[in-house]
């Protein structure tokens, strides 16, 4: 086949917006009631509704659970997670327009179980012993900011807001039971922690009425994380801990904290939402674990008694959220050519079943870039990581003597990191002739806690330093055109965005995604969870005021020179819209090219199907006008200021 000869990013692509979200949903929360599988979808194309969805393994059949008006999401910590848990076929979740507690017997409709109380609920557990929910209780009665969080037990029956077991810090997850119902163990942290910095692990004997007694702290401190505690079907209470460097699995034998297979890699990842697992017990023995390394994810088994660790071969190189039930695992896998799916597997010898894909797309092989995993040089004679992907379409080739244009993203978090899965919000890009390059930079999950750790008192200096680096390194290498280099991120990659934009001269425009420009507004306004975060990041508010100022891009935005796009939801409560609207305000007095595109019902990331196709369209429409290239298809102009 002859290649059309076209300039890169107006090539004729694939993929279009409708295809982002139409037929898509993002899989999360799965957990087994006996046999029967259940999982939450977020669809889009239902305004971001997030259904419970059940699989009868029987009859092979995949029915919705919420009706619809009932939307399965809790705002605990704003992020959210687990937000339900189901016993003997009944359902009791968090309806998110009014965060009270529904039960749905099964064939029944949702009934209201605790009051209407501005209260929220998360990672929830059915304790069968004493007939009764254990969640974490986030109360907001007296203040937002300061909403206090508790572990509280509560009445399937029905129950105002509970009765509190467990008190006395700021944060609580993770609440979970023996085998035998007799203990309960539980992770506590304080301001100014964040659960990947220090966590405390709790055990607490249960007396007959279900209280704890002989509450005891086993491990933990202010700079050591522990993640997922689990009882293990023979009742040893196991858990994850970064002491080593390395989240490790350890099990608690005898009063100590005994490894279970030390390696340097991560079992884990930071848990911005509650109910995050990477492992689970397959067998008494045996446990199943999702493991990073190298920037791949793994899926290993462990065998107790052998003392090893077997990579289990699947065609898949993303695995997340294992839960586990009678030799049965469940977890969400994909790979570089195909998305995300729901998936089971029944242990050894057998072939990985999928139960729902999250996206029925079909593309030409030719037309996925596969990206390359590369370690680059960044300042202080330290190295960084990234995935880039090459431009890639089957029917175009760039006009001899061009290279392509560079995205830069900047993820959020910013513990977070790239996926190695296919996002066809990637292939986008690079069928329309883009190299887009996923930056992990300083900061990032998945390379051990020094890595997490470099952005320590340094928040808008790794990561700027790490994300231009890895520009400049590309363009070096002779892979992109230096002089068409463009940044985009969300939430703390927004920030990150905006401070390469006003520190850096490298990019010729940006895209902030409900991105943070002033960093002392907000620490003053976000919300108790991420209230302090920054104190660890860039310094105690407001002793470090001046530092706060410094870092802002909103302070230094006369030297920003390159045009900007900012995208906001208007009901954002982690990062609020007069972060975009102040930036937007001083570029236009600058005279800088600059647009803004607000969704008014949308949040601190946007779930809403015309909502995502807008804001994507209009993001190449900006690069269309500020990089020169034509579009091969009609999109709606946006309005740029200040553009001439």
Same mark, same amino acid.
């Given at each position: 086949?002859?290649?059309?000869?076209?300039?890169?990013?107006?090539?004729?692509?694939?993929?279009?917006?409708?295809?982002?979200?139409?037929?898509?949903?993002?899989?999360?929360?799965?957990?087994?009631?006996?046999?029967?599988?259940?999982?939450?979808?977020?669809?889009?194309?239902? @305004?971001?509704?997030?259904?419970?969805?059940?699989?009868?393994?029987?009859?092979?059949?995949?029915?919705?659970?919420?009706?619809?008006?009932?939307?399965?999401?809790?705002?605990?910590?704003?992020?959210?997670?687990?937000?339900?848990?189901?016993?003997?076929?009944?359902?009791?979740?968090? #309806?998110?327009?009014?965060?009270?507690?529904?039960?749905?017997?099964?064939?029944?409709?949702?009934?209201?179980?605790?009051?209407?109380?501005?209260?929220?609920?998360?990672?929830?557990?059915?304790?069968?012993?004493?007939?009764?929910?254990?969640?974490?209780?986030?109360?907001?009665?007296?203040?937002?900011?300061?909403?206090?969080?508790?572990?509280?037990?509560?009445?399937?029956?029905?129950?105002?807001?509970?009765?509190?077991?467990?008190?006395?810090?700021?944060?609580?997850?993770?609440?979970?039971?023996?085998?035998?119902? @007799?203990?309960?163990?539980?992770?506590?942290?304080?301001?100014?922690?964040?659960?990947?910095?220090?966590?405390?692990?709790?055990?607490?004997?249960?007396?007959?009425?279900?209280?704890?007694?002989?509450?005891?702290?086993?491990?933990?401190?202010?700079?050591?994380?522990?993640?997922?505690?689990?009882?293990?079907?023979?009742?040893?209470?196991?858990?994850?801990?970064?002491?080593?460097?390395?989240?490790?699995?350890?099990?608690?034998?005898?009063?100590?904290?005994?490894?279970?297979?030390?390696?340097?890699?991560?079992?884990?990842?930071?848990?911005?939402?509650?109910?995050?697992?990477?492992?689970?017990?397959?067998?008494?023995?045996?446990?199943?674990?999702?493991?990073?390394? #190298?920037?791949?994810?793994?899926?290993?088994?462990?065998?107790?008694?052998?003392?090893?660790?077997?990579?289990?071969?699947?065609?898949?190189?993303?695995?997340?959220?294992?839960?586990?039930?009678?030799?049965?695992?469940?977890?969400?896998?994909?790979?570089?050519?195909?998305?995300?799916?729901?998936?089971?597997? @029944?242990?050894?010898?057998?072939?990985?079943?999928?139960?729902?894909?999250?996206? #029925?797309?079909?593309?030409?092989?030719?037309?996925?870039?596969?990206?390359?995993?590369?370690?680059?040089?960044?300042?202080?004679?330290?190295?960084?990581?990234?995935?880039?992907?090459?431009?890639?379409?089957?029917?175009?080739?760039?006009?001899?003597?061009?290279?392509?244009?560079?995205?830069?993203?900047?993820?959020?978090?910013?513990?977070?990191?790239?996926?190695?899965?296919?996002?066809?919000?990637?292939?986008?890009?690079?069928?329309?002739?883009?190299?887009?390059?996923?930056?992990?930079?300083?900061?990032?999950?998945?390379?051990?806690?020094?890595?997490?750790?470099?952005?320590?008192?340094?928040?808008?200096?790794?990561?700027?330093?790490?994300?231009?680096?890895?520009?400049?390194?590309?363009?070096? @290498?002779?892979?992109?055109?230096?002089?068409?280099?463009?940044?985009?991120?969300?939430?703390?990659?927004?920030?990150?965005?905006?401070?390469?934009?006003?520190?850096?001269?490298?990019?010729?425009?940006?895209?902030?995604?409900?991105?943070?420009?002033?960093?002392?507004?907000?620490?003053?306004?976000?919300?108790?969870?991420?209230?302090?975060?920054?104190?660890?990041?860039?310094?105690?508010?407001?002793?470090?005021?001046?530092?706060?100022?410094?870092?802002?891009?909103?302070?230094?935005?006369?030297?920003?020179?390159?045009?900007?796009?900012?995208?906001?939801?208007?009901?954002?409560?982690?990062?609020?819209?007069?972060?975009?609207?102040?930036?937007?305000?001083?570029?236009?007095?600058?005279?800088?090219?600059?647009?803004?595109?607000?969704?008014?019902?949308?949040?601190?990331?946007?779930?809403?199907?015309?909502?995502?196709?807008?804001?994507?369209?209009?993001?190449?429409?900006?690069?269309?006008?500020?990089?020169?290239?034509?579009?091969?298809?009609?999109?709606?102009?946006?309005?740029?200021?200040?553009?001439?």
């Amino acid at each position: 086949m002859v290649l059309a000869v076209k300039p890169y990013g107006s090539w004729s692509s694939p993929v279009s917006t409708e295809m982002l979200t139409q037929n898509t949903v993002t899989f999360d929360q799965p957990q087994f009631d006996g046999d029967t599988l259940y999982w939450i979808e977020t669809r889009p194309h239902e @305004q971001g509704r997030n259904v419970i969805v059940r699989f009868n393994p029987l009859t092979q059949e995949i029915q919705d659970m919420t009706p619809p008006g009932f939307n399965a999401r809790t705002r605990a910590h704003e992020y959210g997670g687990r937000a339900y848990v189901v016993h003997d076929g009944d359902i009791f979740f968090c #309806n998110f327009q009014d965060q009270r507690l529904y039960r749905q017997i099964q064939g029944g409709k949702p009934e209201p179980i605790t009051s209407d109380l501005p209260i929220r609920y998360a990672d929830m557990i059915f304790d069968t012993h004493h007939h009764r929910i254990i969640a974490v209780r986030e109360d907001h009665r007296i203040s937002d900011i300061q909403a206090t969080t508790t572990i509280v037990s509560i009445n399937p029956e029905g129950d105002e807001c509970g009765t509190v077991l467990v008190s006395g810090h700021d944060f609580y997850s993770d609440p979970r039971l023996s085998p035998d119902g @007799q203990q309960l163990t539980w992770l506590a942290w304080n301001h100014p922690q964040m659960p990947w910095d220090g966590t405390e692990l709790w055990l607490a004997d249960l007396n007959h009425e279900g209280y704890p007694t002989n509450s005891q702290r086993l491990k933990g401190s202010s700079t050591e994380s522990i993640l997922q505690p689990l009882f293990s079907p023979a009742g040893v209470l196991t858990f994850l801990s970064d002491e080593s460097g390395w989240w490790n699995l350890y099990q608690w034998v005898d009063g100590t904290a005994q490894a279970i297979y030390p390696m340097a890699a991560e079992f884990g990842t930071p848990p911005w939402v509650f109910g995050m697992t990477t492992y689970g017990y397959l067998t008494p023995d045996q446990i199943v674990a999702v493991y990073m390394e #190298n920037g791949s994810r793994h899926l290993g088994l462990i065998d107790l008694k052998k003392h090893t660790l077997t990579e289990i071969k699947t065609p898949y190189t993303y695995f997340a959220l294992p839960v586990t039930h009678h030799h049965h695992v469940a977890m969400i896998a994909g790979s570089w050519q195909e998305p995300a799916a729901l998936v089971t597997w @029944q242990g050894e010898h057998t072939e990985i079943q999928v139960i729902k894909r999250s996206q #029925n797309v079909v593309m030409n092989p030719e037309d996925i870039s596969v990206p390359s995993f590369i370690t680059f040089p960044t300042a202080h004679n330290q190295e960084a990581y990234m995935h880039l992907y090459p431009p890639k379409n089957h029917a175009f080739t760039g006009v001899p003597g061009e290279k392509p244009p560079l995205m830069v993203i900047s993820h959020g978090g910013p513990t977070s990191s790239g996926t190695p899965l296919f996002h066809l919000a990637i292939q986008y890009w690079t069928t329309r002739g883009f190299a887009v390059a996923d930056v992990d930079y300083g900061g990032s999950s998945g390379y051990g806690r020094a890595y997490r750790r470099r952005l320590e008192g340094q928040w808008g200096v790794v990561d700027v330093e790490d994300c231009t680096n890895a520009a400049l390194y590309l363009a070096q @290498q002779g892979l992109v055109d230096q002089n068409r280099m463009v940044i985009r991120g969300g939430s703390a990659g927004g920030f990150t965005t905006l401070a390469c934009l006003a520190f850096r001269n490298v990019f010729r425009a940006g895209a902030s995604y409900f991105g943070v420009s002033d960093l002392g507004a907000l620490a003053r306004e976000t919300h108790k969870f991420e209230s302090r975060y920054m104190d660890s990041m860039v310094g105690p508010w407001p002793e470090a005021e001046a530092l706060y100022r410094k870092r802002s891009p909103l302070f230094h935005a006369d030297q920003i020179k390159a045009p900007v796009i900012f995208f906001q939801g208007l009901d954002d409560k982690i990062v609020l819209p007069n972060q975009a609207e102040m930036m937007v305000e001083k570029l236009k007095e600058n005279h800088i090219p600059v647009a803004y595109i607000a969704f008014p019902e949308e949040g601190h990331g946007f779930r809403q199907a015309q909502n995502i196709k807008r804001a994507t369209e209009a993001e190449l429409y900006f690069y269309s006008r500020v990089l020169g290239f034509s579009l091969a298809e009609a999109i709606d102009p946006v309005p740029i200021e200040n553009l001439a």
